[in-house]
T-cell receptor, first 116, second 115 residues
């Protein structure tokens, strides 16, 4: 079974530039998560999709971050414009279902973003 | 709001020895799930072990076991017969069984295994 795919693995941009990250979840997984992991901290949920609908985006900085999940499969997370404090690893995870189950989250390798 | 606290930023253990990583959490819910995740230097996070709060029996997965104290809101991870491959960041996580089912992670404990 193929795992969660993410690209790119690394990205360096200057502040005020734009960047996009891509995630392809495990086939058949209805729930997709985007996390931000700042160095020395645990992952923080940015947005959670159930199929192509948003379940939770309460911690997404909506003035600069946006995410979409077209057709309930792949997802893209965008930052525009980037700030220095956005430097972090962006993790994508997926699970079969997000509700009332113990279905495991499977994580991708992450994208390390450095904003200079 | 739910919180997860890992008070040990770093731990060391000799190869073949046993180590315990601590985690406490705060919630007003009676039913929830707790998890330990491992994140090796390559960054891919993997699930180590899970515990359902309604189960009194502590979960065990091979060399990994938990000590779940619901009243004390404590959820520690014991690694027996530590191996070099156990070196990683370990994150404790909490998830409700209702609402948005958001995962809340602690700040992590870096485990070093000494040969």
């Amino acid at each position: 079974e193929a795992g969660v795919a993410q690209s790119p693995r690394y990205k360096i941009i200057e502040k005020r530039q734009s960047v996009a990250f891509w995630c392809n979840p495990i086939s058949g997984h209805a729930t997709l998560y985007w996390y931000q992991q700042i160095l020395g901290q645990g992952p923080k949920l940015l947005i959670q999709f159930q199929n192509n609908g948003v379940v939770d985006d309460s911690q997404l900085p909506k003035d600069r971050f946006s995410a979409e999940r077209l057709k309930g499969v792949d997802s893209t997370l965008k930052i525009q414009p980037a700030k220095l404090e956005d430097s972090a690893v962006y993790l994508c995870a997926s699970s079969q279902m997000g509700i009332a189950t113990t279905y495991e989250q499977y994580f991708g390798p992450g994208t390390r973003l450095t904003v200079t | 709001a739910q919180t997860v606290t890992q008070s040990q930023p770093e731990m060391s253990v000799q190869e073949a020895e046993t180590v315990t990583l601590s985690c406490t959490y705060d919630t007003s819910e009676s039913d929830y799930y707790l998890f330990w995740y491992k994140q090796p230097p390559s960054r891919q996070m993997i699930l180590v072990i899970r515990q359902e709060a309604y189960k009194q029996q502590n979960a065990t997965e091979n060399r990994f076991s938990v000590n779940f104290q619901k009243a004390a809101k404590s959820f520690s991870l014991k690694i027996s017969d530590s191996q070099l491959g156990d070196a990683a960041m370990y994150f404790c996580a909490y998830r409700k069984t209702s609402g948005t089912y958001k995962y809340i992670f602690g700040t992590g404990t870096r485990l070093k295994v000494l040969a």
